[in-house]
């Protein structure tokens, strides 16, 4: 077992029956998946797991002791991880992300399904090129500013990260963005996309904004655009874009030449005109 490189548990959870189970003998382990850790008293585990570990993902946190464990462990500072995942069950809180911007400067994707304290400045590694916020929470910092400093990012999803009523994309921001999924912001009002943010932004979904009024205007003028998914937003949003008739959903293609119900264009057309794949789900 001591030479084991790649360890995944998927779907299998740990409760205190794995007591026998010592990770920090695994000295070689460059993957460590999918562990679930619900009813498994783990800390003194988990606060050891081993500096050659590449690949981590944590399930099921209910504590935060558990999670300030992994934060201690060899493998958080050893400037080895470059893929990590960790999802905390509901109020088991984040209290700073100082750590991963401080140790872990190799770190090319990241999915963070936890409430994030505001304590303190919300930073990331700038080599991200993968990061995924789900269930945040955040109200002080908004995650499009922050995430837009990360020059090297190429995918952004954010999952009820955020309560502000307003995001903005600032200039120049984001320069290798290509996907940008946006969900569940239920207060968000208004996204500003300001002059030069997002130039290769290839994919963009939103869906669950119910309070979102429109598109940012400054969509028009990314070329590079090539799908749009909108699901769930409000019904004057969409009547902005199309004033249709009782269609739940439908596609509109460029280069079809037509909506598909021959809906009138709305007054903010002009904005998606330029996008070859269009999808609404109302």
Same mark, same amino acid.
Not at 43 to 68: M, N, Y
Not at 76 to 85: A, E, I, Q, R
Not at 144 to 163: I, N, P, S, T
């Given at each position: 077992?001591?030479?084991?490189?790649?360890?995944y548990?998927?779907?299998?959870?740990?409760?205190?029956?794995?007591?026998?189970?010592?990770?920090?003998?695994?000295?070689?382990?460059?993957?460590?998946?999918?562990?679930?850790?619900? #009813?498994?008293?783990?800390?003194?585990?988990?606060?050891k797991?081993?500096?050659?570990?590449?690949k981590?993902?944590?399930? #099921?946190?209910?504590?935060?002791?558990?999670?300030?464990?992994?934060?201690?462990?060899?493998?958080?500072?050893?400037?080895?991880?470059?893929?990590?995942?960790?999802?905390?069950?509901?109020?088991?809180?984040? &209290?700073?992300?100082?750590?991963?911007? &401080?140790?872990?400067?190799?770190?090319?994707?990241l999915?963070?399904?936890?409430?994030?304290?505001?304590?303190?400045?919300l930073?990331?590694?700038?080599?991200?090129?993968?990061?995924?916020?789900?269930?945040?929470?955040?109200?002080?910092?908004?995650?499009?500013?922050?995430?837009?400093?990360?020059?090297?990012?190429?995918?952004?999803?954010?999952?009820?990260?955020?309560?502000?009523?307003?995001?903005?994309?600032?200039?120049?921001?984001?320069?290798?963005?290509?996907?940008?999924?946006?969900?569940?912001?239920?207060?968000?009002?208004?996204w500003?996309?300001?002059?030069?943010?997002?130039?290769?932004?290839?994919?963009?979904?939103?869906c669950?904004?119910? &309070?979102?009024?429109?598109?940012?205007?400054?969509?028009?003028?990314?070329?590079?655009?090539?799908?749009?998914?909108?699901?769930?937003?409000?019904?004057?949003?969409?009547?902005r874009?199309?004033?249709?008739?009782?269609?739940?959903?439908y596609?509109?293609?460029?280069?079809a030449?037509?909506?598909?119900?021959?809906?009138?264009?709305g007054?903010?057309?002009?904005?998606?005109?330029?996008?070859?794949?269009?999808?609404?789900?109302?």
């Amino acid at each position: 077992m001591e030479q084991l490189r790649h360890l995944y548990f998927n779907y299998l959870f740990l409760d205190n029956t794995g007591k026998g189970l010592k990770l920090h003998t695994l000295t070689n382990l460059q993957t460590l998946w999918h562990l679930h850790v619900r #009813d498994w008293e783990s800390e003194v585990e988990l606060e050891k797991l081993s500096r050659s570990l590449q690949k981590l993902g944590i399930s #099921d946190i209910t504590s935060e002791s558990q999670l300030d464990a992994v934060f201690r462990s060899p493998c958080m500072t050893s400037g080895n991880l470059v893929n990590l995942w960790l999802h905390c069950d509901y109020g088991v809180e984040l &209290k700073s992300t100082e750590p991963l911007y &401080k140790h872990c400067q190799c770190l090319r994707k990241l999915r963070l399904s936890s409430k994030i304290r505001e304590d303190y400045a919300l930073q990331f590694p700038p080599s991200l090129v993968k990061l995924e916020l789900w269930s945040s929470g955040l109200e002080l910092h908004d995650p499009m500013v922050v995430a837009g400093r990360l020059v090297q990012l190429k995918h952004l999803q954010l999952g009820y990260a955020y309560k502000g009523a307003e995001m903005t994309c600032n200039a120049d921001s984001f320069p290798q963005l290509e996907v940008l999924h946006i969900q569940g912001l239920v207060n968000l009002e208004e996204w500003r996309v300001e002059e030069g943010a997002m130039p290769r932004l290839k994919n963009l979904s939103i869906c669950t904004c119910s &309070k979102l009024k429109r598109l940012p205007e400054e969509l028009k003028y990314i070329p590079s655009l090539q799908h749009l998914t909108l699901e769930y937003l409000s019904t004057s949003f969409f009547h902005r874009l199309f004033k249709r008739g009782e269609k739940k959903m439908y596609q509109y293609r460029v280069g079809a030449g037509a909506v598909d119900d021959g809906g009138e264009r709305g007054e903010d057309f002009h904005i998606i005109q330029h996008i070859p794949h269009v999808e609404f789900t109302n």
